[in-house]
């Protein structure tokens, strides 16, 4: 385990450095020069010039790289030339309201994946499987900024229920700050949800035709024990790491669900970013979701030693 | 596993054949698989089955609702949505299909690679895929569409790219299961040279999680060309395809939901379809099921 | 419970959580939806169309413009040109302070216009350019000195190169100023969320604070046109900017709301390649002027309007619309006639020429584009529509590496701000690649001259060389499409997009 674990932390290190060479290189080969579009309407050659200096855009790539990663080891992921803000301050300011909208997804995810997934695969090919099924595909098939449009037309629009968007702190009105989240956080759970309802479902499955279920049926255990204590027990392993890996997704930015509904968070910053060619943006927000998902990665790894015992020994 | 490895081996019928013959018995994967079929045989014969040109204009027909002579009504510039639905059929097909295609030719022969050669090609690729796994999926992609300009067959690219290290995970883990399995060891015992034991032996534990994969891997790219669309990176005008259409009638969806509402089925029923087959394909291709 | 009383119930709650939401303080809030998220709020270096309608509420110019597009008195009350048209007095308005309490003055004046032309990375150092040095007459008098006479000056000092900050706080502030700006406008900046929102609070001691009646503006942007107009619906925001044309009609018939139009000063045009790269020598658009002229009159600028527009906007065929007074009235908009662009087509040899059309990935533009594609393809021309990233599109445009671009300008209140940068040689915004001499020197005599009915001549003059040889096809003037709720009264529309706080108020 702990020998594991060592091998796991030393890959760490070598994964965010691709990731970095990775975001930094097609950021910075995107077709479009950033200081044109930081140049606004009038396009002024001399302020163009002013803004590539102040980007360094005028040295050649690895050397920017290189001035980039230094900048990174001593805390310093540059500043956002558009907002004329430090990156880190960035994240500080949006990373609360993203955390928040990720927990509320994957619980709502989690509530309704699965619990699906645990009945469709014990009531296989019967009506409550097909009912789940048919959630979780409506789930998948749904496109995110589909729903949110819709889901704002009816409750904001047509019943007037709940804001059409705007973040509140939850600090500052919690009632206002879950009425802006419930719906975003909606719309991405319901995604997530279809995901881990069929995993579960067909990691149950996996399980429950295995020989130890088998074992622990013909010993006669009652059909609710097998199920809950024997097969999900086991079954919940894959779609534990997969919630972990999902938490990750979210937490680099619900891009397009945060656009919709104008919820400041990492998503809509980097899209914006991407957009306008704000480099140290980009670049900043990515190596720092990229930290927390392989952390979150390597926590679902221990998680999965402590749920499934047979890998323990 | 081990029992359909097991079962590769040469014996009356093929696996594959036992497969499809477990497939046809499944109601809900035969529904799947009519639906599929329909949009492929709808794709194709477009250009007879369309009622009108998807991109014939009529200033005097902007966003009028269904009517007989245009049953799904028509767009902002006054053009037919069935005849665009009909025609978007295409380029949403192309979308799931080549992306995932691609990233199967990436992931597989690479996944494998770093399966079966373990040491140092392992470690170097499985960095590299960790790091675009802990790249967001659609950031990732946004930045390749971004990069290679705004089209469909672009952003068919993006997505393809983007998609690949799941497969080069999927395929690794799965050969570093199968390899140390007795019948892989007897192959190399008895002299095989490593790309035949990689190809004939470990590569077809592959397929069956690959075909699941593949199958949610196109209904996620038909998504996701629906959302690099929406932001301006996918299929460009006047061609036709779901996802723009979706695009463009999120500006309408209270005057004229028509425009939105055929896209978005045919979204739903094309990704619900290729989830109905899949589904079926997993139980299929799993022999522990017919016992 | 009976369905009545639940909706009873409801309705109760929901009021009830609206007067939570509002407890902090009974004040008038108002809650302005904007279309993008602004740039950085220092008037030196702010580049953004959109950041200007902040500091309309943040920072007073020394003048403003009125409905007609008239010059009118802010900070400064009074102006004098000198007879040579070389220097500028101002007689400033007394008692006027900044939002940290210091005095605005002539030294201030000196000050601002100096940082604006020497400033790193000023975008106002062109707009300043003609103007040599700043003297303080008196405390409250300040002189522009001017290298040669400039009539646009006047517009540009009612824009931000006319905006005041506090010298202390931007000295202090250096180049971070933006983050924390202190102007001497109606509302003083009190914090922004990036992309989420700018809020402001009425500053006490504005020179004019009988005008403004509400304690707070809060700017949110949202950028979807969709969700914008539904918190407005669902009672999240008061005001909106830019109503998409397609939900007017239905914005207008609902008695809940007001919607407000005025004809922009900017335009809507497809910049054709004339010049800017050998391209130009190249393709049938960049080398043969009649193929310009028959692909403008291939065009239906009216079918064009209403199916893009659906009527909001106003057909135009120059840089400023039909109704401005430097309009050039011997060259009125061309009508459509296919024969005729097909017979040009025939003269010059290529009945089928092909257009790339470079269009940005918004909606508006591909829409334009589809309209234009079809349009054009009825007198022979083969427009293939080229989507591109606006990023990416400003680089081809510099280089040259176009046919046909679908580009707008939001205007400027003086005509010279819609055509020079545009159409003298070189000029950063001239994509088209046009040059002509006799053109550079009208438009240098158009800016040197004062005179109403002489600058329109000179106008007259350009306007028969530049709308003949078509580096820019005028096509419409958008109108500014506001909706605000019926409670809001003394919204003034402006031409120039801008929302002025003076006068608005909840009834």
Same mark, same amino acid.
């Given at each position: 385990?702990?020998?594991?674990?060592?091998?796991?932390?030393?890959?760490?290190?070598?994964?965010?450095?691709?990731?970095?060479?990775?975001?930094?290189?097609?950021?910075?080969?995107?077709?479009?020069?950033?200081?044109?579009?930081?140049?606004?309407?009038e396009?002024?050659?001399?302020?163009?010039?002013?803004?590539?200096?102040?980007?360094?855009?005028?040295?050649?790539?690895?050397?920017?790289?290189?001035?980039?990663?230094?900048?990174?080891?001593?805390?310093?992921?540059?500043?956002?030339?558009?907002?004329?803000?430090?990156?880190?301050?960035?994240?500080?300011?949006?990373?609360?309201?993203?955390?928040?909208?990720?927990?509320?997804?994957?619980?709502?995810?989690?509530?309704?994946?699965?619990?699906?997934?645990?009945?469709?695969a014990v009531?296989?090919?019967?009506?409550?499987?097909?009912?789940?099924?048919?959630?979780?595909?409506?789930?998948?098939?749904?496109?995110?900024?589909?729903?949110?449009?819709?889901?704002?037309?009816? &409750?904001?629009?047509?019943?007037?229920?709940?804001?059409?968007s705007?973040?509140?702190?939850?600090?500052?009105?919690?009632?206002?700050?879950?009425?802006?989240?419930?719906?975003?956080?909606?719309?991405?759970?319901?995604?997530?949800?279809?995901?881990?309802?069929?995993?579960?479902?067909?990691?149950?499955?996996?399980?429950?035709?295995?020989?130890?279920?088998?074992?622990?049926?013909?010993k006669?255990?009652?059909?609710?024990?097998?199920?809950?204590?024997?097969?999900?027990?086991?079954?919940?392993?894959p779609?534990?790491?997969?919630?972990?890996?999902?938490?990750?997704?979210?937490?680099?930015?619900?891009?397009?669900?945060?656009?919709?509904?104008?919820?400041?968070?990492?998503?809509?910053?980097?899209?914006?970013?991407?957009?306008?060619?704000?480099?140290?943006?980009?670049?900043?927000?990515?190596?720092?979701?990229?930290?927390?998902?392989?952390?979150?990665?390597?926590?679902?790894?221990?998680?999965?030693?402590?749920?499934?015992?047979?890998?323990?020994? | 596993?081990?029992?359909?490895?097991?079962?590769?081996?040469?014996?009356?019928?093929?696996?594959?054949?036992?497969?499809?013959?477990?497939?046809?018995?499944?109601?809900?994967?035969?529904?799947?698989?009519?639906?599929?079929?329909?949009?492929?045989l709808?794709?194709?014969?477009?250009?007879?089955?369309?009622?009108?040109?998807?991109?014939?204009?009529?200033?005097?027909?902007?966003?009028?609702?269904?009517?007989?002579?245009?049953?799904?009504?028509?767009?902002?510039?006054?053009?037919?949505v069935?005849?665009?639905?009909?025609?978007?059929?295409?380029?949403?097909?192309?979308?799931?299909?080549?992306?995932?295609?691609?990233?199967?030719?990436?992931?597989?022969?690479?996944?494998?690679?770093?399966?079966?050669?373990?040491?140092?090609?392992?470690?170097?690729?499985?960095?590299?895929?960790?790091?675009?796994?802990?790249?967001?999926?659609?950031?990732?992609?946004?930045a390749?569409?971004? &990069?290679?300009?705004?089209?469909?067959?672009?952003?068919?690219?993006?997505?393809?790219?983007?998609?690949?290290?799941?497969?080069?995970?999927?395929?690794?883990?799965?050969?570093?299961?199968?390899?140390?399995?007795?019948?892989?060891?007897?192959?190399?015992?008895?002299?095989?040279p490593?790309?035949?034991?990689?190809?004939?032996?470990?590569?077809?534990?592959?397929?069956?999680?690959?075909?699941v994969?593949?199958?949610?891997?196109?209904?996620?790219?038909?998504?996701?060309?629906?959302?690099?669309?929406?932001?301006?990176?996918?299929?460009?005008?006047?061609?036709?395809?779901?996802?723009?259409?979706?695009?463009?009638?999120?500006?309408?969806?209270?005057?004229?939901?028509?425009?939105?509402?055929?896209?978005?089925?045919?979204?739903?029923?094309?990704?619900?379809?290729?989830?109905?087959?899949?589904?079926?394909?997993?139980?299929?291709?799993d022999?522990?099921?017919?016992? | 419970?009976?369905?009545?009383?639940?909706?009873?119930?409801?309705?109760?709650?929901?009021?009830?959580?609206?007067?939570?939401?509002?407890?902090?303080?009974?004040?008038?809030?108002?809650?302005?939806?904007?279309?993008?998220?602004?740039?950085?709020?220092?008037?030196?270096?702010?580049?953004?169309?959109?950041?200007?309608?902040?500091?309309?509420?943040?920072?007073?110019?020394?003048?403003?413009?009125?409905?007609?597009l008239?010059?009118?008195?802010?900070?400064?009350?009074?102006?004098?040109?000198?007879?040579?048209?070389?220097?500028?007095?101002m007689?400033?308005?007394?008692?006027?302070?900044?939002h940290?309490?210091?005095?605005?003055?002539?030294?201030?004046?000196?000050?601002?216009?100096?940082?604006?032309?020497?400033?790193?990375?000023?975008?106002?150092?062109?707009?300043?350019?003609?103007?040599?040095?700043?003297?303080?007459?008196?405390?409250?008098?300040?002189?522009l000195?001017?290298?040669?006479?400039?009539?646009?000056?006047?517009?540009?000092?009612?824009?931000?190169?006319?905006?005041?900050?506090?010298?202390?706080?931007?000295?202090?502030?250096?180049?971070?100023?933006?983050?924390?700006?202190?102007?001497?406008?109606?509302?003083?900046f009190?914090?922004?969320?990036?992309?989420?929102?700018?809020?402001?609070?009425?500053?006490?001691n504005?020179?004019?604070?009988?005008?403004i009646?509400?304690?707070?503006?809060?700017?949110?942007?949202?950028?979807d046109?969709?969700?914008?107009?539904?918190?407005?619906?669902?009672?999240?925001?008061?005001?909106?900017?830019?109503?998409?044309?397609?939900?007017?009609?239905?914005?207008?018939?609902?008695?809940?709301?007001?919607?407000?139009?005025?004809?922009?000063?900017?335009?809507?045009?497809?910049?054709?390649?004339?010049?800017?790269?050998?391209?130009?020598k190249?393709?049938?658009?960049?080398?043969?002027?009649?193929?310009?002229?028959?692909?403008?009159l291939?065009?239906?600028?009216?079918?064009?309007?209403?199916?893009?527009?659906?009527?909001?906007?106003?057909?135009?065929?120059?840089?400023?619309?039909?109704?401005?007074?430097?309009?050039?009235?011997?060259?009125?908009?061309?009508?459509?006639?296919?024969?005729?662009?097909?017979?040009?087509?025939?003269?010059?040899?290529?009945?089928?020429?092909?257009?790339?059309?470079?269009?940005?990935?918004?909606?508006?533009?591909?829409?334009?584009?589809?309209?234009?594609?079809?349009?054009?393809?009825?007198?022979?021309?083969?427009?293939?529509?080229?989507?591109?990233?606006?990023?990416t599109?400003?680089?081809?445009?510099?280089?040259?590496?176009?046919?046909?671009?679908?580009?707008?300008?939001?205007?400027?209140?003086?005509?010279?701000?819609?055509?020079?940068?545009?159409?003298?040689?070189?000029?950063?915004?001239?994509?088209?690649?046009?040059?002509?001499?006799?053109?550079?020197?009208?438009?240098?005599?158009?800016?040197?001259?004062?005179?109403?009915?002489?600058?329109?001549?000179?106008?007259?003059?350009?306007?028969?060389?530049?709308?003949?040889?078509r580096?820019?096809?005028?096509?419409?003037?958008?109108?500014?499409?506001?909706?605000?709720?019926?409670?809001?009264?003394?919204?003034?529309?402006?031409?120039?997009?801008?929302?002025?706080?003076?006068?608005?108020?909840?009834?």
């Amino acid at each position: 385990m702990s020998t594991y674990l060592a091998r796991r932390l030393a890959t760490i290190l070598p994964t965010l450095l691709f990731v970095t060479i990775l975001i930094f290189s097609l950021q910075q080969l995107l077709p479009g020069d950033p200081a044109k579009v930081l140049a606004g309407e009038e396009q002024d050659p001399a302020v163009i010039a002013y803004l590539q200096k102040k980007m360094h855009l005028d040295q050649p790539l690895p050397v920017r790289y290189v001035y980039w990663l230094g900048g990174v080891l001593t805390g310093d992921l540059g500043e956002s030339l558009r907002m004329q803000k430090p990156v880190t301050a960035l994240i500080a300011e949006k990373l609360p309201v993203t955390i928040e909208l990720a927990l509320i997804a994957i619980v709502i995810a989690l509530a309704i994946g699965i619990p699906a997934g645990i009945v469709s695969a014990v009531y296989k090919n019967r009506w409550p499987d097909y009912l789940a099924n048919a959630v979780a595909l409506w789930g998948l098939s749904t496109p995110n900024f589909w729903l949110g449009i819709m889901l704002i037309l009816f &409750f904001s629009v047509q019943l007037g229920w709940l804001p059409a968007s705007g973040y509140v702190s939850p600090f500052e009105d919690l009632r206002a700050n879950l009425a802006a989240m419930i719906m975003p956080a909606f719309v991405l759970g319901n995604a997530i949800a279809a995901v881990l309802m069929r995993h579960t479902r067909s990691a149950m499955l996996q399980v429950m035709s295995s020989d130890y279920v088998r074992t622990a049926r013909a010993k006669g255990l009652n059909e609710r024990v097998v199920v809950l204590k024997h097969a999900l027990r086991n079954a919940l392993t894959p779609v534990v790491t997969l919630g972990a890996l999902e938490l990750g997704t979210l937490l680099s930015g619900a891009v397009l669900t945060e656009q919709v509904f104008t919820i400041p968070g990492f998503g809509k910053l980097i899209v914006d970013a991407v957009f306008n060619r704000d480099y140290a943006v980009v670049q900043g927000v990515v190596l720092f979701t990229a930290t927390a998902y392989i952390a979150l990665n390597l926590l679902a790894d221990l998680a999965y030693f402590l749920i499934n015992p047979r890998l323990r020994g | 596993m081990a029992t359909l490895a097991i079962d590769a081996l040469p014996r009356e019928a093929s696996p594959g054949a036992r497969a499809l013959r477990r497939l046809s018995r499944r109601p809900s994967a035969m529904v799947g698989l009519f639906f599929v079929v329909f949009f492929v045989l709808l794709a194709i014969l477009a250009p007879w089955v369309s009622p009108y040109d998807p991109l014939a204009t009529s200033w005097s027909a902007i966003r009028k609702a269904p009517s007989w002579a245009h049953w799904f009504g028509t767009d902002e510039i006054g053009r037919d949505v069935l005849a665009r639905v009909i025609w978007g059929t295409r380029a949403s097909l192309l979308a799931g299909v080549v992306s995932v295609s691609i990233s199967i030719a990436l992931g597989v022969p690479i996944g494998l690679l770093a399966g079966y050669a373990g040491r140092w090609p392992d470690a170097l690729i499985s960095r590299v895929t960790d790091a675009m796994l802990a790249t967001p999926f659609l950031i990732l992609a946004i930045a390749l569409a971004a &990069f290679l300009g705004p089209s469909l067959t672009n952003a068919m690219i993006a997505i393809g790219i983007s998609a690949t290290p799941i497969f080069i995970r999927l395929t690794r883990a799965q050969v570093q299961t199968v390899k140390v399995e007795d019948y892989v060891e007897a192959a190399r015992a008895l002299g095989n040279p490593h790309p035949r034991i990689a190809v004939r032996h470990i590569l077809p534990n592959v397929v069956p999680p690959l075909i699941v994969q593949a199958t949610l891997a196109i209904a996620a790219a038909v998504i996701a060309e629906a959302s690099l669309s929406f932001l301006g990176l996918g299929q460009q005008p006047p061609a036709p395809s779901w996802g723009s259409m979706l695009n463009t009638a999120k500006n309408y969806v209270e005057q004229a939901p028509w425009m939105a509402v055929w896209p978005g089925l045919s979204i739903f029923l094309l990704v619900l379809s290729f989830n109905l087959l899949g589904d079926g394909m997993r139980d299929a291709l799993d022999p522990r099921e017919g016992v | 419970m009976t369905r009545a009383a639940w909706n009873r119930h409801l309705t109760a709650a929901i009021a009830l959580a609206a007067t939570l939401a509002a407890a902090p303080a009974f004040a008038q809030t108002l809650r302005f939806g904007l279309a993008e998220d602004p740039d950085v709020l220092d008037p030196t270096l702010a580049r953004t169309f959109v950041g200007r309608i902040v500091f309309a509420s943040l920072c007073d110019k020394l003048f403003d413009i009125d409905d007609k597009l008239n010059i009118v008195p802010q900070l400064a009350e009074s102006w004098q040109w000198s007879a040579d048209g070389k220097a500028l007095t101002m007689k400033l308005r007394p008692g006027v302070t900044f939002h940290d309490g210091e005095k605005f003055d002539a030294a201030a004046v000196k000050f601002n216009i100096e940082r604006h032309k020497t400033m790193a990375g000023s975008n106002r150092r062109g707009e300043l350019s003609l103007v040599s040095t700043v003297d303080v007459v008196d405390p409250m008098t300040a002189r522009l000195n001017l290298s040669q006479p400039f009539s646009p000056l006047l517009a540009q000092l009612a824009d931000r190169a006319g905006m005041m900050v506090s010298p202390k706080a931007a000295q202090a502030a250096g180049d971070k100023f933006g983050a924390n700006p202190v102007c001497s406008g109606p509302f003083k900046f009190v914090e922004r969320v990036a992309q989420d929102r700018i809020v402001l609070e009425r500053y006490p001691n504005y020179w004019n604070k009988g005008a403004i009646h509400f304690d707070r503006i809060v700017f949110l942007p949202i950028v979807d046109a969709t969700v914008r107009l539904a918190n407005l619906k669902s009672g999240q925001l008061d005001f909106i900017e830019r109503v998409a044309a397609s939900d007017a009609a239905a914005v207008s018939s609902d008695s809940r709301f007001k919607l407000s139009k005025i004809t922009e000063i900017g335009y809507q045009g497809i910049t054709l390649n004339v010049g800017k790269s050998d391209l130009a020598k190249t393709t049938a658009i960049g080398k043969d002027r009649r193929v310009r002229e028959a692909f403008e009159l291939s065009l239906d600028r009216d079918g064009i309007v209403q199916v893009v527009m659906e009527g909001q906007a106003t057909v135009g065929n120059q840089w400023v619309a039909p109704e401005n007074p430097f309009y050039a009235k011997n060259m009125p908009i061309p009508k459509r006639d296919v024969a005729k662009a097909k017979a040009l087509l025939a003269a010059a040899g290529m009945p089928n020429p092909t257009v790339t059309l470079m269009t940005a990935t918004t909606s508006d533009a591909q829409k334009i584009a589809q309209v234009v594609q079809v349009m054009a393809k009825e007198a022979g021309f083969d427009v293939k529509i080229q989507s591109t990233e606006f990023a990416t599109s400003l680089n081809l445009a510099d280089k040259g590496q176009f046919d046909a671009y679908i580009l707008a300008w939001s205007g400027r209140a003086d005509p010279d701000g819609n055509i020079y940068s545009f159409d003298a040689c070189k000029q950063p915004l001239n994509y088209a690649g046009f040059c002509k001499p006799e053109v550079d020197q009208l438009l240098n005599e158009s800016r040197t001259t004062a005179d109403v009915a002489a600058r329109r001549a000179t106008y007259e003059k350009i306007a028969s060389i530049v709308l003949v040889e078509r580096p820019i096809i005028y096509i419409y003037h958008r109108h500014w499409l506001w909706a605000y709720t019926n409670k809001l009264t003394g919204l003034r529309a402006i031409p120039d997009g801008l929302v002025r706080p003076q006068g608005l108020k909840f009834n």
